[in-house]
C-alpha cells in the first residue's frame, strides 16, 4: 500500500504512550498499520538510523497519516481528536477540556517521565540501583500522581462512569496505560477507589481491550 495514502503506528507492545495512541485509534474506529520498532533488543531498535530518520528523539510512539509524520503521544492523540471528529476525545466546553488536559498531563508530564525506560535503564545500568529500589521508586511516583488524580476525580460535580464524562476521554487514555504498569511493579492502588472503579470500566471497552499490551502484533508469545 501506497505509505502516503495509510495510516502507521510506529509502536512497542509495552510502551505506555504507544498503548495511549493505539486506544486513540481504537477508539476512532480507524484501521491503522503497526510497525514494531523493539525498544530492549540489540540496544534498542529506536536508536538504528533507520527509525531516527522518521523520529529524531528515537521514541515511539511515531504516526504516520497520509505520509505526514506525528510524534508525541498527546499531539498524536490531538490531532486524531480533530483530524476525525467522531466520538470525540475532548469534552465539548472550554473548561472541560482544560480539566481533562489537565488529568491527562498529570500521567503524561509528571508522572510517566520518571518512569520510563530510559530513567529505569539508567537507575540499574548507570547507578546500579536495586531492584528494590526500582519498584520503591517507581511506585512513589505513581502514588503522587495518583493521589492528585483521584482528588480531582472526586471534585467531578457529577459521578461518570469515565474521567469526564459518559465517554471514554484523552484523559482515560493517559490513565490506563500507567495503572496497567503500576499493576505490573505491584503497586497499591487500594488508596484510589474512584480510578479503580475507572479502569475496572475501561478495560470492559472493546476499544481499550484492543489496544492493549498482551493483544499487540510484537507481543512475545510468552507475555
Sequence with gaps: MDEK???ILYSYFRSSAAYRVRIALHLKGLTYETRAVHLTKNGGENWLPEYLSVNPQGFVPTFV???NVIIQSLAIIE????AYTSSPLLPDTAINRASCRALSHIISCDVHPLN??????YLTDKLSCSQEFM????CKWINEGLKAFEIQLRKRKTDTPYCCGNQPSMADICLI????????????LSPYPVITEIEHTCNEHNAFMAA?????PDTPPDE
Excluded at 490531532?79 to 480533530?82: F, G, I, K, R, V
Excluded at 519498584?135 to 517507581?138: K, R
Excluded at 492493549?212 to 499487540?216: F, T
Design 5 to 7: 495514502h495509510t495510516r
Design 65 to 67: 497519516d497520509n505520509g
Design 79 to 82: 490531532y486524531l481528536d480533530e
Design 116 to 121: 520510563n525506560l530510559r530513567v529505569m535503564s
Design 135 to 138: 519498584a520503591q521508586w517507581y
Design 177 to 188: 496505560p500507567q495503572l496497567y504498569n503500576a499493576r505490573r511493579f505491584h503497586c497499591d
Design 212 to 216: 492493549a499490551p498482551e493483544r499487540q
